[in-house]
């Protein structure tokens, strides 16, 4: 939060924007406000993350059924960027795990990868570009 993001969150809350400047150089707050955030930014992603496959099947039919060219073409676009993005992330988490096991074996929490917010980022990247008709 730099500039007119403190003058705005301070005008937002009604408090004086040199309060907010102050805030944010005490590390326990700026360790609350990075934990709401990520607390935020899961609850989001579990939102989403329900309605992954509904929104999938409805880009497939898009794909299948269309009767526009270019609706059929984007669509099916987005379902090979869609499909390319899961298998990455699906590595990235593999290989992750290895490096953990190896790195400090049993120890290390089982979930680390938070899959919510990969499925967020994968929405927030494909869907915008299927509206758009970029993909």
């Known amino acids: 939060m730099a500039g007119d993001n403190v003058t705005a969150t301070a005008a937002a809350v009604g408090i004086n924007r040199r309060t907010v400047a102050r805030w944010m150089d005490d590390p326990r707050f700026t360790a609350a406000l990075r934990s709401a955030r990520a607390d935020a930014i899961g609850q989001a992603a579990r939102r989403t993350a329900g309605a992954l496959d509904r929104m999938a099947q409805i880009v497939i ?42 790195t400090v074996g049993d120890a290390w929490p089982a979930q680390v990868f938070d899959h919510g917010r990969a499925v967020a980022a994968l929405e927030a990247r494909a869907l915008p570009a299927l509206e758009d008709g970029e993909a």
């Open 61 to 102: 039919d898009l794909a299948e059924r269309s009767e526009d060219d270019a609706v059929r073409l984007r669509a099916a676009l987005a379902v090979l960027a869609m499909h390319a993005d899961l298998m990455d992330l699906g590595e990235m988490d593999d290989r992750l795990r290895q490096l953990e096991a190896a």
